[in-house]
């Protein structure tokens, strides 16, 4: 193994570093796609490799070697791959062509998946072909080019979907959260604000995903715009956390929508102002009130609590009162639906 070292007496470079793992995961993976192509052009001649072929009626074609060696990118890696070819092709008969590795495929699909993921994350282009040529290997194919078509295509994508109808999709319930992301030159975090939403049938569907200035009233405002002017009816309830520029847009645009607050993010905020010592038991009081049988004995559990906090704990006592109308809210609606609207979350609490 060649090694050299830099300036830094103590930090050694190594110019091609073989890991016996991965050189194993790629062996495997080769091997495994060639069988895999050998069982396609048995299968498509409908006889093993050394099985003669049956009468005219049933003949199909004959093996004829192999493409010319290419190199294909997959998640372990680059390897090496030959597809076999097919020759002497019955007139009507559809040609060989393999499903598994396309004519000119040079990476996965999934690993071409990759490139707008990362895009999100914060790599910016520039950095993408050292970042992913360290994660696949020196052969992978992964110029600059490459990287800007398909981020280009991915992005053409996603507008045509900020575009789409929306007007023969009757939405009941919606959930709406900032993501903060790690991303972006900016000192600033980035905040992705994410708009979910589920039909009469049940169905849930990603509505509005769109970069936002924090979570102001007026970022807010330019979602919710967005998703009426594509033709999103009013929702029956809109379910969120404790951010005030949503709740101030959520009003001016869906006037009939109700709101609820996220019990997950107000559970949040009420043990993050107690002492570790009280949490647990806290803890289990929160959960005795959301899960209380209606309305009056869920607001009768809270201010109980909130009394019992008051001169020892006064911070959590205010943090659970604040906003109390929107805190009951599912209440308004089937007790089936309740563990679902009453978060965020949207596997339900």
């Not at 796609?33 to 396609?40: G, I």
């Not at 002497?88 to 393999?98: A, H, I, L, R, Y």
């Not at 900032?178 to 049938?201: M, N």
């Amino acid at each position: 193994m060649k090694r050299f070292y830099n300036e830094n007496l103590f930090t050694a470079t190594t110019s091609e570093v073989e890991d016996p793992l991965e050189a194993i995961v790629r062996r495997g993976a080769r091997m495994m796609l060639e069988q895999a192509l050998e069982q396609e052009v048995a299968e498509y001649l409908e006889r093993s490799r050394n099985q003669r072929a049956g009468s005219e009626e049933e003949f199909r074609g004959y093996r004829n070697g192999y493409s010319k060696e290419r190199n294909l990118t997959v998640g372990s890696g680059t390897i090496k791959v030959k597809v076999p070819r097919v020759r002497d092709v019955p007139s009507g008969q559809e040609e060989f062509e393999s499903r598994i590795v396309k004519p000119y495929q040079r990476r996965s699909d999934s690993l071409r998946d990759v490139f707008p993921k990362l895009f999100i994350e914060g790599l910016a282009t520039r950095d993408f072909e050292p970042a992913l040529r360290s994660l696949m290997g020196e052969s992978a194919g992964l110029s600059p080019s490459t990287i800007s078509r398909l981020n280009q295509k991915f992005r053409a994508e996603y507008e045509n979907w900020t575009r789409s109808s929306l007007s023969n999709l009757p939405i009941v319930y919606v959930w709406v959260d900032g993501i903060y992301l790690k991303a972006g030159l900016s000192d600033e975090r980035a905040c992705l604000l994410v708009v979910i939403g589920v039909d009469v049938s049940v169905k849930k569907h990603l509505l509005a995903m769109e970069e936002g200035y924090r979570e102001s009233k007026e970022s807010w405002l330019s979602v919710l715009r967005s998703l009426k002017g594509r033709g999103m009816n009013e929702p029956a309830l809109a379910t969120g956390d404790g951010a005030l520029g949503l709740w101030s847009a959520a009003s001016e645009v869906w006037k009939m929508t109700k709101q609820q607050r996220c019990w997950l993010h107000k559970v949040r905020n009420v043990l993050d102002k107690l002492p570790k010592r009280e949490r647990e038991q806290a803890a289990r009081s929160l959960r005795a009130i959301y899960l209380s049988r209606n309305r009056e004995e869920a607001r009768s559990k809270t201010l109980t609590l909130a009394r019992s906090w008051k001169g020892l704990f006064d911070k959590a006592a205010e943090c659970l009162l604040s906003d109390l109308d929107r805190m009951f809210c599912y209440y308004d609606f089937p007790i089936e639906h309740h563990k679902h609207i009453r978060t965020t979350n949207l596997r339900g609490r």
